[in-house]
């Protein structure tokens, strides 16, 4: 015990740790260890396949040779927050005033955890879809929050159903948080859904965190921006980030914009928590900002090919599944297979040495589904079909006889 400090109660760890359940990716990272690594094809991971383009590495390249080495603002460079908002009122017609409506951060990720704790006390509650983004839950306890996560289905697109929220509000229902399009299911809300939330959300004077971080990433459909629906700007705080737009996931920056009060509560946080964002990261963000319009409309046609194929293929399978709007997820059925999402996981990698994300880990509504990314190269997206397909019909074979 030397040197080991422990608490009066002979515990090391928060009680708010043991609250936060392991991921589940444990158990099947071991799994997919223990395979050979050559012959696996993952569609697991939710990052792009892209490398950031290289005007955008150059801009940090430059930025370093400039000296550019230090800590920034600790709400991120001026230039950068003045052409974040730009970008959004551009698009969606929101303006936001960079110098106290806006904050930049390590990643969204950052943004998500700093708004949660600028905002919750402990035990209020927070309204999440399921499923959810595997992050979400955790975030919202380790701000001392409750997660109340409201159940959507595979008959009505997954989509965030008003009557749904309202039956989940009680006194302790802070805010809600959602992101569209949403990480697993690819499911994009349409503007009239989005109105539907909103009556709610004035109704009862809630809070909304809207992660934004897919908004670039859709196919044929319009992003609806939350914070443009009316009166919605005043009580949102909108994420967003870098990462799966511009290709820049190892870049960690990302961004919040919302009213001048809450991004100031966040901001106290970010100042004694993060001190600053990265100083080269956010030269390169700049750029992307400035130059990367071309780049987004490259990856964004690529994803959508691949996008159609994996959904065709799926479908064809007989593993239904809806053609998503946005992110770069499918989320198909395997109930018809008679597995669960972890056994047909398990059984998929070890006899076909295929990864995908069992459903279950983003919540009860994802158990029965799995979630694949097609941010993978498109032969590996055809040949991860060919062998789930095999696979499929040699399983259904085995249960008929
Ligand atoms: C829905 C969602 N929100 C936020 C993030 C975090 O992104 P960032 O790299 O900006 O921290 C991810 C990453 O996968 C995501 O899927």
């Given at each position: 015990m030397s040197g080991e400090r422990i608490n009066r109660v002979g515990k090391r760890t928060s009680h708010q740790i043991d609250l936060?359940?392991?991921?589940?990716f444990g158990k099947f990272l071991n799994l997919l260890h223990s395979t050979?690594?050559?012959g696996v094809i993952s569609?697991?991971?939710?990052?792009?396949a892209f490398t950031t383009p290289w005007h955008i590495c150059e801009a940090a390249f430059d930025a370093l040779k400039a000296g550019y080495t230090g800590y920034t603002p600790s709400a991120g460079f001026i230039e950068l927050r003045c052409a974040v908002a730009q970008d959004i009122e551009s698009r969606y017609g929101v303006r936001y005033d960079?110098?106290?409506e806006v904050v930049i951060t390590v990643g969204s990720s950052q943004a998500m955890d700093l708004a949660l704790r600028a905002i919750l006390e402990p035990g209020d509650e927070v309204i999440i879809p399921?499923?959810?983004?595997?992050?979400y839950p955790p975030c919202i306890t380790l701000a001392h929050g409750i997660p109340i996560p409201v159940p959507t289905s595979y008959e009505n697109e997954f989509k965030l159903e008003a009557a749904q929220v309202e039956a989940q509000i009680t006194n302790r229902t802070k805010a809600i948080l959602f992101g569209y399009?949403?990480?697993?299911?690819?499911t994009e809300m349409s503007r009239a859904d989005f109105e539907e939330i909103a009556s709610i959300v004035t109704k009862h004077n809630l809070l909304v965190i809207s992660d934004?971080?897919?908004?670039?990433?859709?196919?044929?459909v319009e992003h609806t921006c939350?914070?443009?629906?009316?009166?919605m700007k005043e009580c949102t705080i909108l994420l967003a980030g870098f990462s799966k737009t511009y290709a820049m996931?190892?870049?960690r920056l990302g961004y919040a914009a919302g009213p001048a009060d809450l991004i100031a509560a966040m901001s106290k946080i970010h100042q004694h928590?993060?001190?600053?964002?990265s100083s080269m990261a956010q030269m390169a963000a700049i750029e992307a900002l400035k130059g990367g319009e071309i780049d987004v409309k490259r990856m964004v046609d690529e994803y959508d090919r691949r996008r159609r194929v994996i959904t065709q293929g799926f479908n064809k399978i007989g593993l239904r599944c809806h053609e998503p709007k946005g992110a770069f997820y499918v989320f198909p059925s395997v109930e018809d297979t008679g597995m669960t999402s972890e056994k047909f996981t398990e059984s998929l990698l070890s006899e076909a040495e295929v990864v995908v994300m069992p459903g279950n880990l983003f919540g009860k509504?994802?158990?029965g589904f799995v979630r694949c990314s097609y941010a993978t190269a498109m032969s590996d997206i055809e040949e991860a079909l060919r062998r789930i397909a095999y696979f499929v019909e040699r399983y259904r074979n085995r249960t008929r006889s």
């Open positions: 936060v359940s392991d991921v589940g050979s690594p050559g569609l697991g991971v939710g990052e792009p960079p110098e106290t399921d499923p959810y983004y595997v992050c399009p949403a990480n697993p299911t690819g934004e971080i897919y908004s670039r990433l859709t196919y044929g939350f914070p443009s629906l009316p009166g996931t190892g870049w928590t993060m001190l600053s964002p509504r994802g158990e």
